[in-house]
């Protein structure tokens, strides 16, 4: 979806403010250069406060209100939360997760299979879309919020989950008790009747495949919910969604609980929303990783739905930060930054998750620098809008693969997200941007100068074909360990591992450890930790062997030339620093060009709409740094709050960079 | 209640005892100089071994033996713990809590809403009272036992809590709705039959109520009980209750689960029970706010109805503490010494929570010391016997603020109780000695140089205006961090804060973060923990400034002279030396007199009846230490186990204390 | 049970594997001189895919196929884990236990007192039973596997229960509230009918009652499966169990969930499993614990019915430790090891239980270990098999004792298995060996020279005799604190403590506490932790006392001479070099030889089925070790890796062993 501007705004909740000060608002908003609310979504028994009463006062007043101050507006359906008398006349909407039964309070504890929840959505949703119909400045809407399965497992989920599988075993038993080794501690089902709760289940491929079932039942309400919203939409009207990330207090790593790639198929235009530390521990990786991601799911550019304004505690900017993260969203290819939200919340249990307003709803530091960039946004706008990037790295993320390692977690090690954050990370550290790949994207592979795989643990034969192609028609392949172990179905291969792959790599192995005071022999100290694959090169070179009394004889890094590519196999979790070496071996391998500024220092580099370069320069530390340009004459777009560099820049310029500032360059 | 003796004593169960011997224990007890006995509580199933089946023989055996050896009784009602057969009949009155249904087995885990419960109880009591009613010896009754809600949340309980809602709020919905910020999340209840299940609730202002609610249920439970005990008692026989106090292994600050101001007024006497690290982290603290607290509950002198005698595992005092901590309670205003038990059990739970006598029931070193004690007590108990405390310092305690601090609590940061013991424990290293304050205690302010509000998150409007009058008449307030920002519905207010006081404080703040690497101006080190308040001085002047790369131009801590007075405000936890420098310099501006000897030196004052001026020295370590005295001359009234100092001593003595040692001193 | 060679073999299952490879498997077994497997257990719904639907395909073809390769078998009864179906249509054989409600999925989940449970097993076992009558290299049966009550609170159980009860207190309820002190906290029981779920219960007695009961049922179980097994076995095979232990991740201690001695009475022959750290955490001492227990089962040899290959994540073996751990198990007593399992299994929740062979089913590094051991033991089977032990020391475990220590911890400090650990893992780096005893072998004392009761705390009237009359007689006795403290109801004794005892120790004590920053006096540093009982020595002469200010007149260790014997008595824990030196003091006293080598070299000694002494030397480092002979002359039998010695040794002569080497020594 190619945008006109960029979008910049919050969302806003009438309904939860302590006094009308809705003019108010909207005059601090035009004031701040605001010209996009979000609106309505979680507030459901607002506007159905009983059954089948609608009252939607809120609504029209924030419709016409933003529409007199040229505001415009996303609808969100409030499906993500159900009302108290919703639940009275059907308990059971409260879902059963495997924790047990779910209590009213929180949102995003209902069965999403349940069709009593559904049919009052879809009425609830279908007299929204009525009363929204009329107002044209409402751009577009977002589908429910956040959707995830919520871990239903309840008797409608359940009976779903079998009929899903009858199918997908076509009514064999055999066929499914083979393929999931049910033998084992005598957990088959031979007979559909006997299909047990599987909450309790201790065989992997049978939970898979139930979390893979609760991903469907995303995609599957998803697009049920886009059906609704697009049969009473204008065509100008986009679609949307907010997708969120892993989280551990903030967004971490892909969703486990939504095949986001799947579901984005809904949309129009992606969204998402990101949240990450802030002050002393603001590094921009969380913004680029979400962003990475966001971007895969159409291949275009994509919404900021939610990012913070003050934060949840211990988040409030530095300063001149919050300006800064505005740009690193571009900089990633969003054309939209959206705060959540406005205002604080005087009541219930986000209260200390601030808005932009503080509790006493003044102007205040955060608002001042809102301010500032609005007016950035609105001056650079133009230039800023509809970056599209062009990484020649592409990272393949996997949900089944996650799921594994969760059924198989490495002992005290990284967890599948962790393992993708190393990889990330150390390119994002190395100024080496990516994209994200599903494993449905191999028609995209010849587009990477280098695809990695992090411990993707299940692979479909097709997948490994692909992957053996692109080395064989010179693509370069990096995979960690824990890569093409297993099928589709969490059946671990019986032939040499990784599975389908020996040949491009040239090396097998069948032994693995733990990794106790293990380095490599080319490294210095213990460097190696929690996982060693023993491998034994056949036709690869051995780039690297464990330093080990006993394990020494073995590597722990291979590379091969496999037709007219390169795949290496890394057997290990490893430092930071011995990844980053591998990587940029790789990339000179590849031919990929290596900034000259590391992080701290932060490139990230793209074509607008105008068809020039942007580059854009971050310092996401306290101390200032330098750097030296290398490119074309370039003009200075915009510069961060304390620089003040020469109007433009030419090849080989020093570029000064105090802390926690930035830069933007426009190619000449 | 005025006493007419030191009451010295041990909690007596010959229901537990292993054989017959009830003769010799008070013997052991006569000899040691114990004239009290509680006993009867938390033994039904003894009284009444089958549904209306009544066995009073123990009873009878223990008042009889008590009344031929002179010594005292203390009768509780033995409701908090409940017999079998009830659990057979009615399986409910166990209770369901958040945690889900109890379990038989412990205390304490009944539904006290349950008017089966409460039947039962009653029938038991009237009985109980009749039996007692002929001992002359019986000086009062204790209402059952550390009495709480228990965390019901049963059918029973859920209902009234509806009815005192609809009660609250004049069966207004709306108001409800407002007040508590129902649109958030979709919680809103739009007719009273859609009241949800309360445990589920992520609204901080409805589960605040409930746990107010909860309270409310204990102060009633309490005052029903009072009225069917005092309709049986005499005139000259006391009613109390064994009030105790949040737990983290031992007594440690407020008690959350009872408003023991309201429930204390069913009480003629205020009791309750201090258990206290002991040896090597034995320091006084939880003697000093325990009894600080129990003496604000009637204004008067209390009853410590339980205490250590060998104590839990570790607890085992050293030769000599045991008297200290005696002489420690009466220090703080206690007329009773009672230990919890004089023999231990050998059987459940308690088994190594000891007595005064080891599990063989023989003279042990605990015995001989208790006799020192009670020997003690009987040579000086005239003179130490109703000490009357006069505190400059008054500490404002409020459930409500406690309830708030764990809703929204400082992440990784400091409770409230925390809070409450770091400026307690402060004053009481400094050796200020001060008085608890309950927010009802309004008329009672001016009696204090100095008010402090550890964390006082909820204000009525009312309170923070009678802190107004406090300081424009002339008295000392601090406030420290999170004072004064929500309602008493938890409703955060929207004008500027701390709510109410801008102009007493002569200050604001509107932003907030947690500390990392945070210092002072004016300190040296990062003395900043967990939260800090950018403070925003306008009439105030600026004691000190943060130290940090980006926060340090905004104030810290604030003063500012207002009216007659001057009111302080300290944005953020810091050390404890922090916080003493603070309060030396309110306590010199509001003219109170700082004692020479300092922590782990400890005095204490109070008037006895004689109109003298009682002052007790403790040396609360390992160390011989000295101090200086000031005053009138004074004669040594008791000296420690070691020390031997002349019979008197004069203005500038210097006075010797042996490590463990204490001294009382009489003023002539 | 007398073997006729060294059982060498896997637990193998067809029932698992991904392919036809039944035949390629044994001729791999047979190479590798495998001539044992076990089959069977946990695979009911293999061999009963419906209710009385029977399929024993696989079981006929491994046991024709083994056969045929000359590999013997013992056949498992697989009711460990129950299928699909028949949890279907008795969905309460998933028991409930204290944590509640079990679910379908993981083994070990049912109600083993569900009479419905039961007959389905019967009929399940008797069927077995039949289709392997005809198969004549069937050596053995396996009754179920790792057998616990699986923590069963079921109705069954608890009615069963309280029977159990009425018989013991023959109908008396005034008895049982007396001996189990129930009066406390209102928990009498005046009526059979008002029994309570015993799931809340915090009295000791009752619980610890519970969980003996609870051991009862898997003793009657096995029995129940013993009865069916044995009549319709031939009298040549002979019928075993396998028995595990306390687990932490690995075999830790004693077993707390079973009374082995009474529940091996079913039994021919001992088995059990062990698996234990490796690589860099190789010790042998679970080898040796585990090997000590189970040869006291039945006070012979055992099988190691199940140990590692290359185990779970972490426990890859160095090249060597697989041999080293094969002769291990030897030196203790086994004469059978049997690898958990042959192959790797390709789903389910065991994946990375790996067994000899990997995923991809190939030869592997751990294969040819396995390889090189079936060589040695095909070639010196006949000099080690049937080796006996003749132990010096004796230590006596009490599964009561160990109930008791969960019920009254030490806080922070070690749990019972700990502390066995303490002292057998200070015997086990001394090089002392020592049997196990149960509180039933009284009889036995008086073979031993020092007998060891590590926190006994309960002990019956007959076992202190029986104590007594071993010191008197001559023995040497060690107890440590916690020793004779309660009866066999945990009712604490309320005579002096060590119950019993105090004339034998010279001893008393009647005060303890923990231990912070406590020494002795001679020794150096705060070598006292946790626990320290303050000794009151009356005949005894002290052998240490308490470095402490306060408690330094109390003793910590004292030594008595009684009788012909001596008594010593440890009241307080410690690091181990002080315990060794204990030992070591009462080694001397009893007149125990020592050996001159210590761990990490570790030394075994017994006699071989020839009346051969037989010696083994393991080196449990990674450097190479050196120690001298000491004896009459030797031949080598068998040499690790990596030395080559002489033929033969002589007395004096150095041994010298490589990092985790070996040597096997036959008295000549």
Same mark, same amino acid.
């Given at each position: ?13 009438d309904?939860y403010?302590?006094?009308?000060? =809705? ?14 609310i ?11 406060p009983?059954?089948g ?32 008398? $919703? ?5 059971? +909407? ?6 047990g039964p779910e ?13 009593? %929840? ?17 107002y ?7 589908l *429910?919020n ?6 239903t497992?309840?008797?409608y ?6 009929? %899903? ?8 038993l055999?066929?499914m008790?083979?393929?999931?080794? $049910? ?22 491929s049978?939970?898979?495949? %139930? ?22 939409? #204008? ?15 903030h ?7 939504? *095949? ?32 990475? +991601? ?22 409030l ?6 300006r ?14 959206e705060?959540w ?13 601030k808005?932009? $307003? ?10 001042r ?7 950035? !946004? ?18 393949? $993320? ?5 799921d594994?390692?969760?059924? !198989? ?9 962790? +393992?993708?954050?190393?990889?990330? *990370? ?10 994200? =790949?599903?494993?449905?994207d191999?028609?995209?592979?010849s587009?990477?100068? =280098? ?14 074909a ?21 099928d589709?179905?969490l059946k671990?291969?019986?032939d ?13 192995y ?27 090169p056949?036709?690869?070179?051995t ?16 590379g091969? #030339? ?6 290496? %196999? ?8 011995v ?15 290596m900034e000259?500024?590391?992080y ?13 370069e942007?580059i ?12 030296v340009y290398?490119?074309?004459d370039a #003009? ?9 560099p ?6 080989r ?10 830069? +933007? =360059?426009?190619?000449?």
């Open positions: 979806m190619k945008a006109d501007k960029l979008l910049f705004g919050a969302a806003y909740y309904e403010l302590p006094e009308d000060r =809705l003019e108010t608002d909207m005059e601090m908003m035009e004031k701040a250069g605001i010209n996009l979000r609106i309505a979504e979680s507030t459901w028994s607002t506007w159905e009983q059954d009463v609608f009252d939607f006062t809120h609504l029209h007043r924030m419709l016409s209100c933003s529409q007199k101050h040229g505001i415009q507006v996303i609808v969100g359906t409030p499906t993500y939360a159900v009302p108290t008398w $919703l639940v009275r006349k059907y308990p059971d +909407i409260l879902t059963e997760t495997h924790a209590r009213y309070g929180r949102r995003q504890n209902m069965d999403i299979a349940h069709p009593m %929840y559904l049919k009052h959505a879809e009425r609830l949703i279908r007299r929204l879309m009525e009363e929204v119909q009329p044209s400045h409402v751009i577009g809407f977002q *429910d956040e959707t995830k399965s919520y871990d497992c309840s008797t989920a359940q009976k779903q989950f079998v009929t %899903y599988i009858r199918d997908l075993f076509h009514d064999d055999d066929l008790n083979r393929a999931w080794g $049910l033998d084992y501690w005598s957990n088959r089902i031979d007979s559909w009747e006997d299909f047990p709760d599987v909450r309790g289940t201790i065989n992997a049978l939970g898979a495949a %139930y979390q893979k079932f609760q991903r469907k039942l995303v995609t599957d309400f998803l697009a049920w919910q886009r059906d609704l919203v697009a049969s009473c939409a #204008r065509p100008d009207q986009f679609i949307t969604h907010n997708f969120d990330y892993d989280w551990i207090g967004s971490y790593g892909m969703q486990p609980e939504v *095949d986001q790639w799947e579901a984005a198929k809904a949309l129009t235009v992606a969204g998402c929303d990101i949240y990450h530390p802030s002050a002393q521990d603001l590094t921009g990786k969380e913004i680029a990783f979400g962003g990475a +991601i966001a971007r895969s799911l159409k291949k275009d550019n994509y919404l900021v739905l939610e990012t913070q304004a003050q934060g949840n505690h211990g988040w900017s530095y300063p001149g930060q919050l800064m993260q505005a740009f690193s969203h571009l900089a990633n290819g969003a054309n939209a930054v705060y939200h406005w205002h604080s919340i005087h009541n219930a249990i986000e209260s200390y998750w808005g932009v $307003l503080s509790h006493n709803l003044k102007e205040n530091a955060t608002y620098e809102v301010c500032r960039i609005g007016a950035d !946004f609105a001056e650079h706008g133009t230039h800023l809008v509809n970056l599209k990037k062009h990484c020649a790295v592409g990272i393949l $993320l996997d949900n089944v693969s996650l594994a390692l969760r059924w !198989f977690s490495i002992p005290g090690g990284p967890s599948y997200n962790e +393992i993708f954050r190393w990889v990330f *990370d150390s390119l994002y550290e190395m100024n080496v941007e990516c994209d994200i =790949l599903s494993p449905n191999i028609d995209l592979f587009q990477y100068k =280098l695809i990695i795989t992090p411990a993707l643990y299940s692979v479909s034969d097709e997948l490994t692909a992957l053996k192609r692109y080395v064989e028609t010179g693509g370069v392949l990096l995979s960690t360990f824990k890569t093409a172990v297993a589709r179905m671990i291969y019986h040499d591992l990784p599975h389908g792959l020996t040949e491009v790599f040239g090396m097998t069948d032994q693995f450890t733990d990794a106790v005071h293990v380095g490599l022999q080319k490294e210095t100290g213990n460097c190696v930790h929690h996982w060693m694959e023993l491998l034994l056949e036709q690869s070179e780039l690297d062997r464990y330093d080990h009394p006993h394990w020494g004889d073995y590597a722990a890094i291979t091969h #030339r496999f037709g007219q590519g390169y795949a290496a %196999y890394l057997g290990c979790y490893t430092d930071s620093d990844l980053k070496k591998l990587l940029a071996f790789l990339c000179a391998k590849a031919g990929i060009p000259e500024a590391v701290p220092l932060v490139v990230r580099r793209g074509t607008n709409g105008l068809q020039k942007i854009y320069y971050f310092n996401y530390s306290e101390t200032t740094m330098e750097t290398h490119g074309p #003009r200075v777009l915009l510069a961060g709050q304390e620089t003040v020469s109007v433009s820049v030419k090849d310029d020093k570029l000064t960079l105090h802390g926690w500032d930035f830069l +933007i =360059l426009e190619e000449i």
